[in-house]
């Protein structure tokens, strides 16, 4: 059972083309969301509980808002989404249009997907199987913090970071030591994002680092007494990509003045390099053309994009800036969308929709398999990647159906195996 006035289950006409939650949700952007039952996801977010379900043509929607309202902590000067007052009024639900703001609904993204398949082969071949990726617009604070906590971090163990068991539940550790409780559903209690006033008290520190934070228990400190003590209000809220302005047609070397101008002042902040202050950018300030490229994504830009080679051998600050721009040149405006795009695809908890790879040893080839499927009209392109015994790679590809590519690894396989008998 639910604490708390609960609405009734809602729904917005949303396919799963334009909006798959299941993905979104899992894959690095936002690090409080957690199962609340099958095929259902529910957060704390604006003075309510906010649960989620979807088919393949809706998203079901459910708000549980405090009976008896307390006011939360003072909110941050950004009056940002997730830390306002928990004080909604009742007889004006605005969930659906929290709903449509968060997940950034506005874009077609399949207009934006045939925009990057046309202008990038790679990212045609893998899309098809991790459509309705959307980047999230979330509170820059959350943002800010989540990342912070992610810094040379895999998306596990963040989660782990920011959630604890407790009483065989998952408990978000720091909002339940520093943020607002909202209710509860059944026994597991949800909390909102403490403000940075709430992280500002000298014990705070020492208190995160008992919690498990290690030195990033000093960032989350240091930076939350700079965004409350030290910037003028609405600071953080000031680096946003205004809402009126649209992505332009094409983008100057580097990005705009105003991803720029953000990207340098968050990198002020304790505990922030360039990646985070990329993920901030792109996940909590809305500008699209923010590429955060980590170990991951330079892996990427190696296997798929011929970067390692030359001056740009190592992810040293010029490499970082030459895959930011060549992204941003491939993609445009929304660069760090797509990029998020292949990034999910690469991603470990997604590998079951991606081919299964055939892996067989023989001594004059090994086989990796079939490595990248898409569909093009009637048919299937299959890539197969093959490694010689002294270490060169090459790739075959050719249109066939999958079943085609399958059989001829198979082919393969047995055809050495026969010459080493």
Same mark, same amino acid.
């Given at each position: 059972?639910?604490?708390?006035?609960?609405t +009734?289950?809602?729904?917005?006409?949303v396919?799963?083309?334009?909006?798959c939650?299941?993905?979104?949700?899992?894959?690095?952007?936002?690090?409080?969301?957690?199962?609340?039952?099958?095929?259902e996801?529910?957060?704390a977010?604006?003075?309510r509980?906010?649960?989620?379900r979807?088919? @393949?043509?809706?998203?079901h929607?459910?708000?549980?808002? @405090?009976?008896?309202p307390?006011?939360? @902590?003072t909110?941050?000067?950004?009056?940002?989404?997730?830390?306002?007052?928990? +004080?909604?009024?009742?007889?004006?639900?605005?969930?659906?249009?929290?709903?449509?703001?968060?997940?950034?609904?506005?874009?077609?993204?399949?207009?934006?997907?045939e925009?990057?398949?046309?202008?990038?082969?790679?990212?045609?071949?893998?899309?098809?199987?991790f459509?309705?990726?959307?980047?999230?617009?979330?509170d820059?604070w959350?943002?800010?913090?989540g990342?912070?906590?992610?810094?040379?971090?895999?998306i596990?163990?963040?989660s782990?970071?920011?959630?604890?068991?407790?009483?065989?539940?998952?408990?978000?550790?720091?909002?339940?030591?520093?943020?607002?409780?909202?209710g509860?559903?059944g026994?597991?209690?949800?909390?909102?994002?403490?403000?940075?006033?709430?992280?500002?008290?000298p014990?705070?520190?020492?208190?995160?680092?008992?919690?498990?934070?290690?030195?990033?228990?000093?960032?989350?400190?240091?930076?939350?007494?700079?965004i409350?003590?030290c910037?003028?209000?609405?600071?953080?809220?000031?680096?946003?990509?205004?809402?009126?302005?649209?992505?332009p047609?094409?983008?100057?070397?580097?990005?705009? +003045?105003?991803?720029?101008?953000?990207?340098?002042q968050?990198?002020?902040?304790q505990?922030?390099? @360039?990646?985070?202050?990329?993920?901030v950018?792109?996940?909590?300030?809305?500008?699209?053309e923010?590429?955060p490229?980590?170990?991951?994504?330079?892996?990427?830009?190696q296997?798929?994009?011929k970067?390692?080679?030359?001056?740009?051998?190592?992810?040293t600050k010029?490499?970082?800036?030459?895959?930011?721009d060549?992204?941003?040149?491939?993609?445009?405006?929304?660069?760090g969308?797509?990029?998020?795009?292949?990034?999910?695809?690469?991603?470990?908890?997604?590998?079951?929709r991606?081919? +299964?790879?055939?892996i067989?040893?023989?001594t004059d080839?090994?086989v990796?398999?079939?490595?990248g499927?898409a569909?093009?009209?009637?048919?299937?392109?299959?890539?197969?990647?093959v490694?010689?015994?002294?270490?060169?790679?090459?790739?075959?590809?050719?249109?066939?159906t999958?079943?085609?590519?399958?059989?001829?690894?198979?082919t393969?396989?047995?055809?050495?195996?026969?010459?080493?008998?």
């Open positions: 059972m639910a604490s708390g006035r609960v +009734e289950w809602r729904k917005l006409p396919s799963l083309a334009e909006l939650i299941d993905t979104s949700l899992r894959c690095g952007q936002s690090f409080r969301w957690r199962k609340s039952g099958d095929d996801w529910s957060c977010l604006q003075g509980i906010l649960s989620l979807q088919d @393949p043509t809706h998203l929607y459910r708000a549980i808002f @405090p009976s008896q307390k006011a939360l @902590p909110p941050p000067p950004s009056q940002s989404p997730s830390l306002v007052s928990s +004080e909604v009024e009742h007889d004006a639900d605005d969930t659906a249009e929290l709903i449509r703001r968060y997940f950034n609904l506005e874009p077609n993204l399949t207009r934006l997907y925009q990057w398949s046309t202008a990038d082969t790679n990212f045609k071949a893998k899309a098809p199987r459509t309705g990726v959307r980047i999230l617009r979330q820059a959350e943002a800010l913090v990342f912070i906590c992610s810094s040379n971090n895999n596990a163990r963040i782990q970071m920011m959630l604890n068991r407790f009483h065989s539940a998952q408990v978000e550790k720091l909002c339940i030591h520093y943020g607002p409780l909202i509860y559903l026994s597991q209690a949800y909390h909102d994002m403490p403000s940075p006033e709430a992280l500002t008290d014990k705070v520190e020492s208190h995160l680092r008992q919690l498990g934070f290690g030195y990033r228990a000093k960032y989350l400190h240091q930076t939350a007494i700079t409350a003590d910037r003028p209000k609405g600071w953080l809220e000031s680096l946003r990509n205004p809402e009126s302005q649209k992505p047609e094409s983008l100057p070397q580097g990005g705009r +003045e105003g991803y720029r101008s953000a990207h340098e968050i990198l002020e902040l505990g922030v390099g @360039p990646k985070v202050a990329d993920c950018c792109l996940m909590g300030l809305g500008w699209g923010a590429v490229v980590d170990t991951h994504v330079w892996q990427i830009a296997r798929d994009y970067f390692g080679r030359g001056k740009h051998k190592s992810l010029a490499t970082y800036d030459a895959v930011g060549h992204f941003r040149n491939l993609w445009g405006a929304e660069a969308w797509a990029h998020s795009v292949l990034f999910t695809a690469d991603l470990r908890a997604f590998s079951e991606l081919v +299964e790879k055939v067989s040893r023989t080839e090994i990796t398999g079939v490595s499927v569909k093009l009209d009637s048919e299937t392109v299959a890539e197969v990647t490694e010689s015994s002294s270490g060169t790679k090459r790739r075959r590809q050719g249109t066939r999958l079943e085609m590519a399958e059989d001829r690894v198979q393969t396989v047995r055809a050495k195996r026969r010459r080493v008998r």
